[in-house]
C-alpha cells in the first residue's frame, strides 16, 4: 500500500493566538515556526516535528474548547518535563484499564491535552 499521508496539525481557535501560542513554547515545549498576519493571526507551533498544533485568532465570544491526545514513547519522561517548567495544569501519569499510562493537561483557553504510552 503507498503511504501519500504525512502529518496532520490541529487547528485552535483564540481569542489570543500569540499569547496562547507562547504558553505552548516556554510551558510545553513547542518550537513556533511560522506566523501570519499583521497583526499576527495564525501561529503554527511543533514539537519533536511530531506533534503540530495551530492557532487562529477568533473573534467569537463562545469559543470551544478542544481535546487532543497525543501518543508518546514515555509519558513520564514527558510529564517530568513539563513539570520542571511550571505546568500546573495537570494531572499525573496513571495507568488506565485501555491499557495506556496517561496524564492530562488544560491550557490556557481550557484545551484539553492528553499524553500516554501504551504498555502491555
Known sequence: MVRNISHFAAIFPSG???SLANW???KL???ITFKWGDP???IVTNREHAVSIHFVKSESKNIQSRQLYVFCHDVDAIHS???SRGVKTMTKPEDQDY???D???TDPDGNRITFGTGFE
Open 16 to 18: 489570543h493566538p500569540e
Open 24 to 26: 505552548y513554547a516556554e
Open 29 to 31: 515545549g513547542f518550537e
Open 40 to 42: 499576527v493571526d495564525y
Open 81 to 83: 518535563d513539563f513539570e
Open 99 to 101: 491499557r495506556m499510562r
Open 103 to 105: 496524564f492530562d493537561l
